[in-house]
């Protein structure tokens, strides 16, 4: 049974800070990897999608990579920003039509 | 393109009471997938629908059900309402979830069962 844990819990850092968010998951036959943004009482908004043939994806500020063998992926935020807090799901694509996320990494930049 | 809706925002119920929530994927979805979301549980997957199928469906009681029509609009429906089943439900709709593409999430029912 597919098992997504995401590490930390919380985070708070000082604006301008580079940063990393781990997501584990214990079976390493994913279709893929999604990383999730989500602002307080909202609903979800894709950040990133690594296939399970990639080993990283990048969008602006944001980099995320993908190791299948260890079962791991991290997001890396680059010159984080007051903006960039929130709730950071991972979602692992176990089975043909089903999802597994992660609990999140509620995320706090501060001013 | 419109985004994924869902109707209503949030809605109360007393326990023992059934309710239906509405989400309408972006157009030309045919993918529907509903998450119930909770502090202690997190998000947990529901079912999936694909062209009025359900393809796969989570670790739910029955009482837990839903149905997707031929235009992709997609109803969910709880009946017997117990206090532990407030929480956001949230759909999200792709292309088709078989292939790897991303889904995108509606803003969520806030359902509060008192």
């Known amino acids: 049974k597919q098992e997504v844990t995401q590490i930390p819990a919380a985070l708070s850092v000082p604006e301008g800070e580079n940063l990393v968010l781990n997501c584990s998951f214990t079976?390493?036959?994913?279709?893929?990897l999604q990383w999730f943004r989500q602002d307080p009482g909202k609903g979800l908004t894709s950040l990133l999608l690594?296939?399970?043939?990639?080993r990283e994806q990048t969008s602006g500020r944001l980099n995320a990579s993908l190791d299948k063998s260890s079962g791991r992926s991290t997001l890396y935020i680059a010159a984080s920003q007051p903006g960039d807090s929130a709730t950071y799901l991972c979602?692992?694509?176990?089975?043909?039509?089903?999802?597994?996320f992660g609990t999140g990494t509620r995320l706090k930049v501060l001013a | 393109k419109a985004g994924v809706t869902q109707t209503p925002r949030y809605l109360i119920k007393t326990r023992g009471q059934q309710v239906t929530l509405s989400c309408s994927p972006i157009?030309?979805?045919?993918?529907v997938s509903w998450y119930q979301q909770t502090p202690g549980q997190g998000l947990q997957f529901l079912f999936e629908?694909?062209?009025?199928?359900?393809?796969n469906k989570g670790n739910f009681p029955g009482r837990f059900s839903g149905r997707q029509f031929s235009n992709s609009r997609s109803e969910m429906n709880v009946s017997t309402l117990e206090l532990g089943d407030s929480a956001l439900y949230l759909c999200?709709?792709?292309?088709?979830?078989?292939?790897?593409?991303?889904?995108?999430f509606g803003p969520g029912t806030r359902l509060l069962v008192l």
């Open positions: 979602a692992v694509r176990s089975g043909t039509y089903k999802y597994i």
């Open positions: 157009s030309g979805h045919r993918s």
């Open positions: 999200a709709s792709s292309t088709d979830l078989a292939t790897q593409e991303t889904q995108y």
């Open positions: 690594i296939q399970s043939s990639q």
């Open positions: 079976d390493s036959a994913i279709y893929n």
């Open positions: 629908y694909f062209s009025e199928t359900q393809r």
